[in-house]
Protein backbone atom coordinates (compact mmCIF):
# COMPACT_ATOMS: atom_id res chain seq x y z
CA UNK A 1 0.00 0.00 0.00
CA UNK A 2 1.07 3.26 -0.84
CA UNK A 3 1.54 5.97 1.86
CA UNK A 4 0.64 8.71 -0.44
CA UNK A 5 -1.76 8.38 -3.17
CA UNK A 6 -2.63 11.51 -5.13
CA UNK A 7 -5.66 11.26 -7.89
CA UNK A 8 -6.69 13.60 -10.27
CA UNK A 9 -6.12 16.58 -8.10
CA UNK A 10 -7.04 19.96 -9.16
CA UNK A 11 -7.30 23.28 -7.88
CA UNK A 12 -7.89 26.53 -9.57
CA UNK A 13 -7.98 29.91 -8.67
CA UNK A 14 -10.18 32.54 -10.70
CA UNK A 15 -9.14 31.02 -14.13
CA UNK A 16 -5.56 30.13 -12.96
CA UNK A 17 -5.91 26.07 -12.89
CA UNK A 18 -2.94 25.60 -9.80
CA UNK A 19 -3.27 21.92 -9.86
CA UNK A 20 -4.86 20.68 -12.81
CA UNK A 21 -5.61 16.87 -12.70
CA UNK A 22 -2.06 15.62 -10.80
CA UNK A 23 -1.79 11.92 -10.02
CA UNK A 24 1.09 10.14 -8.10
CA UNK A 25 1.79 7.97 -5.31
CA UNK A 26 4.86 8.09 -2.69
CA UNK A 27 5.75 4.75 -1.42
CA UNK A 28 6.92 3.46 2.08
CA UNK A 29 10.69 4.39 2.75
CA UNK A 30 10.65 7.25 -0.26
CA UNK A 31 12.35 10.00 -0.98
CA UNK A 32 10.37 11.86 -3.71
CA UNK A 33 11.09 15.51 -4.87
CA UNK A 34 8.55 17.59 -6.34
CA UNK A 35 10.51 20.34 -8.76
CA UNK A 36 8.94 22.63 -11.15
CA UNK A 37 9.30 26.98 -11.94
CA UNK A 38 7.49 29.15 -9.49
CA UNK A 39 4.31 29.21 -10.26
CA UNK A 40 4.13 25.59 -10.93
CA UNK A 41 1.74 25.05 -8.34
CA UNK A 42 4.15 22.86 -5.95
CA UNK A 43 2.89 24.82 -3.32
CA UNK A 44 -1.16 24.67 -3.63
CA UNK A 45 -0.66 20.46 -4.00
CA UNK A 46 1.52 20.45 -0.77
CA UNK A 47 -1.43 22.51 0.77
CA UNK A 48 -3.91 20.47 -0.51
CA UNK A 49 -2.35 17.46 0.56
CA UNK A 50 -1.82 18.93 3.67
CA UNK A 51 -5.36 20.30 4.03
CA UNK A 52 -4.64 23.42 4.02
CA UNK A 53 -6.63 24.46 1.00
CA UNK A 54 -9.39 22.17 -0.47
CA UNK A 55 -9.39 20.75 -3.93
CA UNK A 56 -12.06 21.37 -6.31
CA UNK A 57 -11.64 17.54 -7.77
CA UNK A 58 -9.33 14.59 -6.71
CA UNK A 59 -8.82 12.77 -3.84
CA UNK A 60 -5.92 12.07 -1.77
CA UNK A 61 -5.15 9.05 0.27
CA UNK A 62 -2.84 8.42 3.32
CA UNK A 63 -1.89 4.78 3.68
CA UNK A 64 -5.48 4.09 1.88
CA UNK A 65 -7.68 6.34 3.99
CA UNK A 66 -9.28 8.90 2.02
CA UNK A 67 -8.07 12.96 3.93
CA UNK A 68 -9.10 15.21 0.89
CA UNK A 69 -10.62 18.39 2.27
CA UNK A 70 -9.65 17.30 5.78
CA UNK A 71 -8.43 20.51 8.42
CA UNK A 72 -4.67 20.12 9.19
CA UNK A 73 -5.14 18.67 12.17
CA UNK A 74 -7.10 16.00 10.56
CA UNK A 75 -4.48 15.31 8.67
CA UNK A 76 -2.05 15.43 10.98
CA UNK A 77 -3.77 12.57 13.07
CA UNK A 78 -3.34 10.10 9.85
CA UNK A 79 0.39 10.42 10.27
CA UNK A 80 1.96 13.69 8.25
CA UNK A 81 4.19 15.64 9.34
CA UNK A 82 5.13 19.03 7.72
CA UNK A 83 7.88 21.42 7.61
CA UNK A 84 7.93 24.65 6.30
CA UNK A 85 9.95 27.00 4.12
CA UNK A 86 9.82 29.72 6.80
CA UNK A 87 10.21 28.14 10.30
CA UNK A 88 7.21 28.40 12.42
CA UNK A 89 8.49 28.47 15.91
CA UNK A 90 8.21 29.44 19.21
CA UNK A 91 11.03 32.04 19.96
CA UNK A 92 9.98 32.64 23.48
CA UNK A 93 10.50 29.32 24.17
CA UNK A 94 13.25 26.59 24.21
CA UNK A 95 14.17 24.17 22.13
CA UNK A 96 12.50 21.87 24.46
CA UNK A 97 9.77 23.14 25.68
CA UNK A 98 8.45 24.23 21.51
CA UNK A 99 8.76 19.64 21.21
CA UNK A 100 6.70 19.81 24.29
CA UNK A 101 4.21 21.90 23.25
CA UNK A 102 3.64 19.79 19.83
CA UNK A 103 3.80 16.61 22.09
CA UNK A 104 0.92 17.88 24.58
CA UNK A 105 -0.91 19.00 21.35
CA UNK A 106 -0.64 15.29 19.66
CA UNK A 107 -1.59 13.40 23.10
CA UNK A 108 -4.78 15.89 23.15
CA UNK A 109 -3.12 16.73 26.57
CA UNK A 110 -3.56 20.53 28.33
CA UNK A 111 -0.91 22.80 27.08
CA UNK A 112 0.65 24.78 29.88
CA UNK A 113 4.00 27.07 30.19
CA UNK A 114 6.91 27.54 32.03
CA UNK A 115 6.95 25.57 35.42
CA UNK A 116 3.58 23.89 34.15
CA UNK A 117 5.11 22.73 31.26
CA UNK A 118 8.63 21.76 32.50
CA UNK A 119 8.17 18.22 33.13
CA UNK A 120 5.92 17.04 30.48
CA UNK A 121 6.86 14.61 28.01
CA UNK A 122 10.31 15.48 28.98
CA UNK A 123 12.28 12.39 28.15
CA UNK A 124 9.87 11.89 24.48
CA UNK A 125 10.99 15.62 23.85
CA UNK A 126 14.38 14.90 24.86
CA UNK A 127 15.07 11.79 22.63
CA UNK A 128 13.45 14.20 19.29
CA UNK A 129 16.01 16.76 20.05
CA UNK A 130 18.79 14.15 19.99
CA UNK A 131 17.57 12.47 16.92
CA UNK A 132 17.83 15.59 15.10
CA UNK A 133 21.33 16.63 16.27
CA UNK A 134 20.37 20.03 19.25
CA UNK A 135 20.42 17.46 22.25
CA UNK A 136 23.25 19.97 23.04
CA UNK A 137 20.90 23.10 22.75
CA UNK A 138 17.40 21.82 24.59
CA UNK A 139 17.12 24.50 27.56
CA UNK A 140 18.55 27.40 24.95
CA UNK A 141 15.69 29.77 23.64
CA UNK A 142 14.83 29.69 20.14
CA UNK A 143 15.30 33.14 19.79
CA UNK A 144 19.47 32.19 20.18
CA UNK A 145 19.27 29.50 17.56
CA UNK A 146 21.02 30.21 13.97
CA UNK A 147 18.65 29.23 10.98
CA UNK A 148 20.28 25.77 10.45
CA UNK A 149 19.88 24.73 14.13
CA UNK A 150 15.86 26.41 13.65
CA UNK A 151 15.22 23.71 10.69
CA UNK A 152 16.56 21.22 12.93
CA UNK A 153 14.05 22.39 15.59
CA UNK A 154 10.90 22.70 12.98
CA UNK A 155 12.03 18.86 11.68
CA UNK A 156 11.87 17.62 15.55
CA UNK A 157 8.54 19.48 15.73
CA UNK A 158 6.97 18.03 12.90
CA UNK A 159 8.28 14.39 14.08
CA UNK A 160 6.11 14.32 17.22
CA UNK A 161 3.27 12.74 15.55
CA UNK A 162 5.17 9.53 14.74
CA UNK A 163 4.58 10.37 10.95
CA UNK A 164 4.64 7.80 8.10
CA UNK A 165 4.56 10.89 5.85
CA UNK A 166 7.06 13.56 5.92
CA UNK A 167 5.98 16.94 4.18
CA UNK A 168 9.14 18.96 3.43
CA UNK A 169 8.91 22.41 1.61
CA UNK A 170 12.36 23.56 0.75
CA UNK A 171 14.30 21.75 3.49
CA UNK A 172 17.49 23.44 3.07
CA UNK A 173 16.05 27.03 2.13
CA UNK A 174 18.66 29.67 3.31
CA UNK A 175 21.04 27.42 4.63
CA UNK A 176 24.29 26.93 3.19
CA UNK A 177 26.10 24.23 1.82
CA UNK A 178 27.63 22.26 4.29
CA UNK A 179 24.26 23.01 5.98
CA UNK A 180 22.33 21.38 2.89
CA UNK A 181 24.14 18.57 3.24
CA UNK A 182 23.72 17.84 6.98
CA UNK A 183 20.11 18.20 6.47
CA UNK A 184 20.09 15.91 3.83
CA UNK A 185 22.13 13.50 5.53
CA UNK A 186 19.84 13.80 8.83
CA UNK A 187 16.47 13.06 6.31
CA UNK A 188 17.94 10.25 5.32
CA UNK A 189 18.84 8.65 8.80
CA UNK A 190 14.87 8.96 9.25
CA UNK A 191 14.32 7.60 5.92
CA UNK A 192 16.27 4.77 7.05
CA UNK A 193 15.92 4.34 10.71
CA UNK A 194 12.02 4.80 11.40
CA UNK A 195 10.73 4.21 7.77
CA UNK A 196 9.69 7.67 7.20
CA UNK A 197 8.61 8.20 3.33
CA UNK A 198 9.43 11.74 1.90
CA UNK A 199 7.94 14.40 -0.24
CA UNK A 200 10.01 17.30 -0.80
CA UNK A 201 10.15 20.63 -2.74
CA UNK A 202 13.69 22.30 -2.66
CA UNK A 203 15.03 25.13 -5.38
CA UNK A 204 19.08 23.28 -4.98
CA UNK A 205 19.74 21.10 -7.87
CA UNK A 206 22.21 19.17 -6.02
CA UNK A 207 20.50 18.75 -3.19
CA UNK A 208 17.04 17.26 -5.20
CA UNK A 209 19.39 15.12 -7.45
CA UNK A 210 22.00 13.79 -4.71
CA UNK A 211 19.30 12.76 -2.38
CA UNK A 212 15.78 11.52 -4.34
CA UNK A 213 14.66 8.10 -4.94
CA UNK A 214 12.18 9.55 -7.50
CA UNK A 215 11.78 13.14 -9.32
CA UNK A 216 8.31 14.80 -9.76
CA UNK A 217 8.39 17.67 -12.14
CA UNK A 218 5.12 20.41 -12.24
CA UNK A 219 4.71 22.64 -14.73
CA UNK A 220 1.92 25.00 -15.40
CA UNK A 221 -0.53 22.61 -12.56
CA UNK A 222 0.71 19.79 -14.33
CA UNK A 223 3.10 16.14 -14.20
CA UNK A 224 5.22 16.93 -17.02
CA UNK A 225 7.44 13.99 -15.85
CA UNK A 226 8.28 11.62 -13.60
CA UNK A 227 10.89 9.14 -12.87
CA UNK A 228 14.32 8.20 -11.20
CA UNK A 229 16.23 11.29 -11.05
CA UNK A 230 18.78 10.46 -13.85
CA UNK A 231 16.55 9.88 -16.34
CA UNK A 232 14.24 13.08 -15.43
CA UNK A 233 17.48 15.28 -15.74
CA UNK A 234 18.23 13.78 -19.25
CA UNK A 235 14.12 14.98 -20.25
CA UNK A 236 14.46 17.53 -23.04
CA UNK A 237 11.00 18.75 -22.11
CA UNK A 238 12.10 19.24 -18.17
CA UNK A 239 15.80 20.85 -19.32
CA UNK A 240 13.85 22.91 -21.53
CA UNK A 241 11.02 23.94 -18.72
CA UNK A 242 13.31 24.16 -15.90
CA UNK A 243 17.03 22.54 -15.84
CA UNK A 244 18.32 23.98 -19.08
CA UNK A 245 20.27 26.93 -16.98
CA UNK A 246 20.89 24.38 -14.21
CA UNK A 247 23.14 21.75 -16.31
CA UNK A 248 24.49 24.44 -18.36
CA UNK A 249 26.02 25.69 -15.13
CA UNK A 250 26.92 22.08 -13.27
CA UNK A 251 28.30 20.78 -16.96
CA UNK A 252 25.63 17.80 -16.61
CA UNK A 253 23.13 16.92 -18.91
CA UNK A 254 23.30 17.92 -21.97
Known amino acids: MSVLTVTNLAKA ?62 VWRHGVGRTFQITATFVSM ?7 VALASYHRSAIGV ?19 GLGDAATRPVSELAYGDLKRLELAV ?6 KLLLMDE ?47 LDRGRIIASGEPDAVRADANVRAVYLGAYDDDDGGAT
Open 158 to 163: ALTNAP
Open 94 to 100: TVRENVQ
Open 171 to 217: PTAGMAGDGRSDMMDLVDRLVIDAGISVLFTEHDMDVVFGYADRVVV
Open 13 to 74: FGGVRAVDGVSFSVEAGERVALIGPNGAGKTTLFNSINGQIRPDAGVVKIRGVETTGLAPNR
Open 114 to 132: GRALRHRFLEEAQTLIQQV
